[in-house]
Nanobody
Framework: QVQLVESGGGLVQAGGSLRLSCASS????????MGWVRQAPGKEREFVAN????????YYANSVKGRFTISRDNPKNTLYLQMNSLKPEDTAVYYC??????????????????WGPGTQVTVSS
């Protein structure tokens, strides 16, 4: 069973920045694409970004493109999400997830089989 643990969430003013981290217990972390997904109160989980196993390929939701950067450190088994120019509408619980080794662009929930418990990000106006 893979354990994923997010950290780095908190309260920040609009325009500010936060860096989320996700530590993985997967011994073969570098074999798997990873993603970030968020869920705002009363809304469905929403794809944010994903990154290929080597870190060479990334993909972002239009709502965060140009403001968020996904990255990974494979020797440290850690995934990151740098969030800049935060907006109140970015307020959500942010989850990291490990993608199944199946074809797909990583934008759908069913492409991921392990999830962290989430970390709260709150952006005040």
């Amino acid at each position: 069973q893979v354990q994923l643990v997010e950290s780095g969430g908190g309260l920040v003013q609009a325009g500010g920045s936060l860096r989320l981290s996700c530590a993985s217990s997967e011994p073969s972390f570098s074999y798997y694409d990873m993603g970030w997904v968020r869920q705002a109160p009363g809304k469905e989980r929403e794809f944010v970004a994903n990154i290929g196993w080597s870190g060479d390929s990334t993909y972002y939701a239009n709502s965060v493109k140009g403001r968020f950067t996904i990255s990974r450190d494979n020797p440290k088994n850690t995934l990151y999400l740098q969030m800049n120019s935060l907006k109140p509408e970015d307020t959500a619980v942010y989850y990291c997830a490990q993608k199944r080794r199946i074809p797909g662009d990583g934008t759908r929930r069913d492409e991921y089989d392990y999830w962290g418990p989430g970390t709260q990000v709150t952006v005040s106006s």
